[in-house]
């Protein structure tokens, strides 16, 4: 079983920065992919960034440039850097991890308001 704790989330002006940590925890996992999730109120989940095994990187169309994802496997933590944020990045932000025995464990999510 894997706990995934989330930190960083808060209120912050359009165009400032904030950076989301996730640190996974638990006994007997290894840990393929990291990713961070959002979730805005009445829209789908959206992915938003996955750092892989090999620590490549994919990020959705609409974070490109501004957002960073990055991990520290001896940490088992993952990191997401945001720059210049905007209103529509306000959601809630979920860390997924995905390990090599094939299950997918999540976090509670941490709340990002960008005001205008």
């Known amino acids: 079983q894997v706990q995934l704790a989330e930190s960083g989330g808060g209120l912050v002006q359009a165009g400032g920065s904030l950076r989301l940590s996730c640190a996974a925890s638990?006994?007997?996992?290894?840990?393929?992919?990291m990713s961070w999730f959002r979730q805005a109120p009445g829209n789908q989940r959206e992915l938003v960034a996955t750092v892989f095994s090999d620590k490549s990187t994919n990020y959705a169309d609409s974070v490109k440039g501004r957002f960073t994802i990055s991990r520290d496997n001896a940490k088992n933590t993952v990191y997401l850097q945001m720059n210049s944020l905007k209103p529509e990045d306000t959601a809630v932000y979920l860390c997924?991890?995905?390990?090599?025995?094939?299950?997918?464990?999540w976090g509670q999510g941490t709340q990002v308001t960008v005001s205008s």
């Open positions: 638990g006994s007997g996992f290894s840990i393929n992919t």
């Open positions: 997924s991890v995905y390990t090599w025995s094939l299950r997918r464990y």
